[in-house]
Nanobody
Framework: QVRLVESGGGLVQTGGSLTLSCAVS????????VAWFRQAPGKEREFLAN????????DYGDGVKGRFSISKDRDRNTVMLQMNSLKAEDTATYYC?????????????????WGQGTQVTVSS
């Protein structure tokens, strides 16, 4: 089983930057890919980025291309999301998720394991 714990959320001003971390652990670590999603109150969950656990392939949601960057540190079993030029509409709870099978990476149904989420608030 894979366990995910997010950290790094908080309050940031418009135009600022923030880096979120997702610690990936498990007695038997099986993860094909790890992704970041977010969900704001009253809105659907939104795909942000995905990175394959093996190799360097990444995918990004259209809304964050050029502003957000996903990376991983396999030595520390951590996946990071660097967020730049933050806007008020980036305010949401951010989740990391892990998939053990191939799937449509932008679909939340492709991921079996989810973290508890970390809140990001962007103030103007």
């Amino acid at each position: 089983q894979v366990r995910l714990v997010e950290s790094g959320g908080g309050l940031v001003q418009t135009g600022g930057s923030l880096t979120l971390s997702c610690a990936v652990s498990g007695r038997r670590l099986v993860a094909l890919a790890v992704a970041w999603f977010r969900q704001a109150p009253g809105k659907e969950r939104e795909f942000l980025a995905n990175i394959r656990w093996t190799g360097a392939m990444t995918d990004y949601g259209d809304g964050v291309k050029g502003r957000f960057s996903i990376s991983k540190d396999r030595d520390r079993n951590t996946v990071m999301l660097q967020m730049n030029s933050l806007k008020a509409e980036d305010t949401a709870t951010y989740y990391c998720a892990a998939a053990s099978k191939l799937g449509a990476w932008s679909k939340d149904t492709s991921y079996e394991t989810w973290g508890q989420g970390t809140q990001v608030t962007v103030s103007s």
